[in-house]
T-cell receptor, first 117, second 111 residues
Framework: GAVVSQHPSRVICKSGTSVKIECRSL??????MFWYRQFPKQSLMLMAT?????????EQGVEKDKFLINHASLTLSTLTVTSAHPEDSSFYIC?????????????FGEGSWLTVV | QKEVEQDPGPLSVPEGAIVSLNCTYS??????FMWYRQYSRKGPELLMY????GNKEDGRFTAQVDKSSKYISLFIRDSQPSDSATYLC???????????FGQGTRLTINP
């Protein structure tokens, strides 16, 4: 299947700093990418939908200024957690849609563990 | 009522058993149906993808979609301890961008 790479897999940052997570589709072009947050033993919570070349669409309750999303190319989307606080510590996962004949096939990255200390 | 309902389990079965995982949904517009497997502390991995109704088989895995009943299933034959994971169903409508997920079922295969 298609491969989505997410980096870094783990990051620790100090409270008040910003951290960037990258999501790359390695063998296909992804016009749409998604960012999720997952709490322990819970399902995926969609944060935002990222479309290449346009502004991201955020889900209700997700702070746009805190979670900055950029989808500058057909293979790369980034999530920047700004002014991070300990409550932002979580597992963040991206996914990318493979279009064309595959229709709605969506592949996930390996996820990024963020710890804010 | 949630759009997609999935029994969270946990479900524990002996090695070699046939496992049946299920989801029901309420939105008749859903056309694309997927099953993902998620190991602890990892991103979900796409297992099966089905468009509209019918069955699809891939090795030990069989996905079934019954749109008339708004019910999808994933069967795992000859289950192995390595199948122990959380299984998520997901679906979307034609033209929709987002996937709607079930809550996930935690499955443990006991040696």
């Amino acid at each position: 299947g298609a491969v989505v790479s997410q980096h870094p897999s783990r990051v620790i940052c100090k409270s008040g700093t910003s951290v960037k997570i990258e999501c790359r589709s390695l063998d296909f072009q992804a016009t749409t990418m998604f960012w999720y947050r997952q709490f322990p033993k819970q399902s995926l919570m969609l944060m935002a939908t990222s479309n290449e070349g346009s502004k991201a669409t955020y889900e209700q309750g997700v702070e746009k200024d805190k979670f900055l999303i950029n989808h500058a190319s057909l293979t790369l989307s980034t999530l920047t957690v700004t002014s991070a606080h300990p409550e932002d510590s979580s597992f963040y996962i991206c996914s990318a849609r493979e279009g064309g004949d595959s229709g709605n096939t969506i592949y996930f990255g390996e996820g990024s563990w963020l710890t804010v200390v | 009522q949630k759009e997609v309902e999935q029994d969270p389990g946990p479900l524990s079965v002996p090695e070699g058993a046939i496992v049946s995982l299920n989801c029901t949904y309420s939105n008749s517009a859903f056309q694309y149906f997927m099953w993902y497997r998620q190991y602890s502390r990892k991103g979900p991995e796409l297992l099966m993808y089905t468009y509209s109704s019918g069955n699809k088989e891939d090795g030990r895995f069989t996905a079934q979609v019954d749109k008339s009943s708004k019910y999808i299933s994933l069967f795992i034959r000859d289950s192995q301890p390595s199948d122990s994971a959380t299984y998520l169903c997901a679906m979307s409508a034609l033209g929709a961008q987002k996937l709607v997920f079930g809550q996930g079922t935690r499955l443990t295969i006991n040696p």
